[in-house]
Structure formats: C-alpha cells, structure tokens
C-alpha cells in the first residue's frame, strides 16, 4: 500500500510540473497564432484553456495537450475577414462581424467532430498513409512561415468617400526593418542556444523574456502586441474569466446565409483538428506503449470547441509539439493537461498587460523556430529512395495545403495514395495454365481480385478454345468485392454458354459465403471438399513443408 501510495505522488508531481512546463512554453505559440488568425491575443488562451480542459479530463488518451493551435488558425483567417466586410453590409452595420462568425464556426467546427466520433470515424487515421503525414506537416510549415512573413508590414487603416473601410499594408524598410530582423534572430537564437546548456527552463518563455526585457530597457520603438491590437482596430487586452458570449447571440444571423457562410470552414476545421489530434495520440501511443481511444478523443475534442466558441474562444485541436513537452517532462495521466490549463487561465486573468508589451519580433521568432522543427527535412533526404508516387504524393499534399487548405489537402494525399495503391495491386493479378492428364484445363489465380483487376483477368481466359472442363484455383487470390464477384459469375456464364463446364476451387470461407448470396447458381460451380495441403496452411503449420514438397510447380 506504501509503495503505491509513493508511486502514485510521483506520478502525481511529475503530471504537475509537467503541466507547468507545457504551459510556459504554449502562452507564446498560442499569441503567435492568435496573430496567424488576426484575432485578440487573450480570445485565443482562452480557446486554449477550455479547449485543454475538456480534452484532458474527458479524452481519450491521457497525456495529450490540446489547445488553440496554428493548423487550425490558419483556416480562419480569410473567414474572419470576409467576416468583417460582410457585417459592414448590414442594414446596421456591425464592428468586427468576423468574431462573431469565427466563435459560430467553432461551434459547428465542435458538433461536427462529435459525430466523428459518435459514428466512430476515429479508426480511418489509420488510412493515412506517411507521405501524406510528411506533405501535411511541410505545407503546415511553409503556411505558418508565410503568415510571418506578413508581419513584417504595417496596417493602415483607410476610408473610402463612400464609406467602405479597408486595411492597407505597408511592408517595413530601413532601420525599422533591421531591427525587426535583429530581434527575430536574437529570439531564435535564445530558443537554439538555451537548451543546449540546460533543458529545465522553457526555451521560447525564456527567449521572448530576454527579447522584451531588452525592448524595455532601451525603449525601443517597436511593434508590440499592444500596439499591434491597437493598430488594427482594437483597444487592447483585457485578462477576465471566459464567460457564456452573449453578444454572440445578440449580433449573429441565425439563418441560411450564415450557416451556408460557416460550413466550409467549419467542415475544414474539424477535419484539420481531428486529422492532426489523432495524429498526436498516435505518436503518444507509440511513446508511452499504451493505446487511446481515437473516437473518445473526437467527441471530447469536439465538446471542447463547442465550449469555446460559447465562451467567446476560438477553435483548436491536438498539439504535437506541447504533447511531446508533456511527455518528455514526465506528464501521463490527465492530472498534466488539466494543470496545464489551470496555468495557462492564471496567465490570462493576471498577464494581460504583460502580454501587451511582448515584441511582435519575438513572436515571429518562436513561430520561426517552430517552423524549422515542424517541416520534415528529411523528406528531401528519402525523395530518391522511396517509390516515385510516394515522392509524388508528398509533393502534391505540401502544395495543395499552401494553396487551398490542410484538410483538402490531406484528402487528396489518401486519393492519390488509394488509387496508386490500387493500380499497383491491378497489375499483379497472375493466371499459370496448365492441362491435367484427362484433358482439364487449370487456370491458377494469383493476386488480389477487385475492382481494379477485372479487366486482366478477364484476359486470362480462352473460353472458346479451352477444352470442355474448365478448373480455376484461387488458391492464391482473394475475391474482394462485388466486382470480382460480377467478373466470376460472368466468367461461368461464358463457359456455359459455350457448352462447357468449369469448377471453382479453394475460395475462403468468406468469399463463398459473398457467391452464394449473390447467386445460388455458385453452389454448383464451387468445389466444396478440399483436399490440397496448401489451403490449410493457416490451420496447420507442420503442413507447409510438406504441401511444398507435394506440389509440383
């Protein structure tokens, strides 16, 4: 009882300063991104501390850290401007109608993710093949990469004569520009020094710390998030307890222009989220040796967005690089993610006006450093040696998610890869002939029969100059769906109609049963006593010796 007792306050220790840690190094990551999305700093912790708060306690892998993340953000971005031009087109128009929209796409975002779960589509990350993964992260990096890319420029705000506001930007130049570089690079440089020298102190808190203490100290004039807010329209953090946003309600369209508005986004959120939280719970699967729940994690994945757009948060999902924090610093249970959420709420009800004097530079440095360990480099290493379609594939998906979008992206990665899949699997349908001593002619099937197949098996055959008995052994092959059960039943019609006889051999078990209730004919075409060691290899292992030295090829 001691020792478990012991055990267990060590676990207990080890989840909490775990949870602390992940939380230090996520207030950066997450600003960085509420700036990807062009949204307030504290409406994305807040996002961030639901969010982590519902996974962690109701998921389905311990460990796991969830939050307001930039695969996620990205997607908003044009909404929320489309947003804002939309509610200046209103009879009355509204400020800022883009949150509004965000906050209801979150919501849908939410729903949508809890049917994923309660119709258990969980299991289908599995079909995600690896060049798709690696395409995913690359085109994932370049689109953060870009998003900094932005922040060096200003935006002014101008008004038309008719009224119509625009925001207009200015990229840097001169000194202005320089010392915006010079402070990236001191951030980045903080991140890649400081942990090889000690690991026990978060490296990207530590290097905004060092950036924005030397931006006090010398009272240098640059771009802050305060000032950054204040430029694009807002009037600065405000750190409160998220409450229910009633505003949401009040001002929001509840009609079929703003669910038809929402949908897309919130179909590509959802998807992106539950594509990149599964993703996360296998890699801690694969860490800790345990096994989640895939379909558990997308329901309280998508409970948590619900609640935060409610809250007046945004969206989020699964984060690889705070789960792997977590892991390594000890966290495994759900103590690690529910105080990592704890944290993170102390930090938006007390660090607002902190926040606010935070370089942008600093930001755009972590992102920076975030983009170099996200991007698979060794994917330029491996393009010569893996097949040419795998290359292919990991091509196209890192283009199509810097052109359209991550979720879209990830579809036509498992599209390309299902159909090359198939189109190589097509080819290897294989009939050997041979004539039996009383004139039968045996045709041997080998590889799989499908959809994809039928057309070269169907060339395997001489119905009119076969002899009159017909035997094909799939003692080799496998019928796999109702084409392969369309091209055999079509294969016997021939034979017949030629006044020929044909018998089917060794079909499993499960490709008699899918004959028999296509057609009952099949019963009188199927052999049903089976002789041949070979098809009870399975069953019996000593036999596969002994079936090889038998059979004469």
Request: net charge neutral; hydrophobic share 50%; with cysteine.
């Amino acid at each position: 009882m001691t020792e478990f007792i012991i055990k267990r306050t060590a676990n207990a220790k080890n989840d909490i300063l775990a949870g602390i840690t992940v939380s230090l190094a996520m207030v950066p990551e997450v600003v960085a991104f509420a700036f990807v999305a062009q949204i307030d700093p504290l409406m994305a912790l807040s996002g961030a501390f639901i969010i982590g708060l519902v996974a962690a306690i109701f998921g389905g892998r311990p460990g796991l850290i969830s939050g307001a993340a930039g695969a996620v953000a990205v997607i908003f971005v044009g909404m929320i401007a489309e947003g804002h031009t939309k509610g200046m087109l209103f009879d009355q128009p509204i400020e800022n109608m883009g949150f509004f929209y965000l906050m209801a796409c979150v919501v849908l975002m939410g729903v949508i993710q809890i049917l994923a779960g309660v119709f258990k589509l969980g299991r289908f990350v599995r079909l995600i093949p690896h060049p798709v993964m690696m395409g995913f992260v690359n085109g994932l990096a370049i689109v953060i990469f870009w998003a900094q890319v932005k922040m060096f420029s200003h935006k002014t705000l101008h008004i038309s004569p008719e009224g119509v506001k625009e925001y207009v930007s200015t990229f840097m130049s001169g000194t202005e520009l320089y010392i915006m570089i010079g402070l990236v690079a001191l951030t980045m440089g903080v991140i890649y020094v400081l942990p090889k020298i000690t690991t026990k102190i978060p490296a990207a808190l530590t290097a905004i710390l060092v950036t924005t203490l030397i931006v006090v100290g010398f009272n240098m004039d640059v771009s802050t998030v305060g000032s950054y807010i204040i430029e694009g329209g807002g009037t600065g953090l405000k750190g409160e307890f998220p409450t229910p946003n009633v505003e949401l309600w009040q001002k929001l369209p509840f009609n079929f222009d703003t669910l038809s508005f929402i949908l897309p986004y919130a179909f590509l959120a959802a998807s992106v989220g539950l594509i990149e939280s599964l993703m996360t719970m296998n890699l801690v699967d694969e860490l800790t040796e345990t096994r989640g729940d895939g379909n558990r994690e997308c329901i309280a994945q998508g409970a948590g967005n619900i609640m935060s757009g409610l809250f007046g948060g945004t969206g989020g999902c699964g984060m690889i690089g705070q789960t792997v924090i977590n892991i390594k610093a000890g966290g495994r249970r759900r103590l690690s993610g529910i105080m990592m959420a704890l944290t993170l709420l102390t930090f938006i009800l007390f660090t607002d006006k902190l926040i606010e004097q935070v370089p942008i530079a600093a930001l755009i440095g972590v992102m920076f450093m975030m983009v170099i360990e996200t991007f698979a480099w060794s994917s330029f290493r491996i393009m010569r040696k893996i097949p040419k379609s795998d290359a292919f594939v990991l091509v196209v998906v890192s283009a199509v998610t810097v052109i359209f979008d991550l979720a879209i992206a990830v579809f036509v990665g498992v599209i390309i890869s299902a159909l090359v899949f198939a189109w190589e699997n097509a080819k290897r349908i294989r009939a050997r002939k041979r004539v039996r001593e009383d004139g039968t002619k045996v045709y041997e099937i080998w590889g799989p029969l499908f959809f994809g197949s039928i057309i070269a098996f169907n060339e395997k055959f001489d119905v009119k100059d076969d002899p009159e008995h017909v035997e094909v052994d799939f003692v080799e092959s496998r019928i796999s769906d109702h084409s392969a059960i369309e091209a055999i039943f079509n294969l016997v019609s021939k034979y017949e109609a030629a006044g020929k006889k044909i018998k089917l051999k060794h079909l499993s078990e499960d490709c008699k049963i899918l004959l028999y209730k296509s057609n009952p004919k099949f019963r009188e075409v199927i052999v049903e006593d089976i002789d041949d060691p070979r098809y009870h290899l399975a069953e019996n292992p000593e036999a596969f010796t002994k079936g090889l030295s038998e059979y004469k090829f």
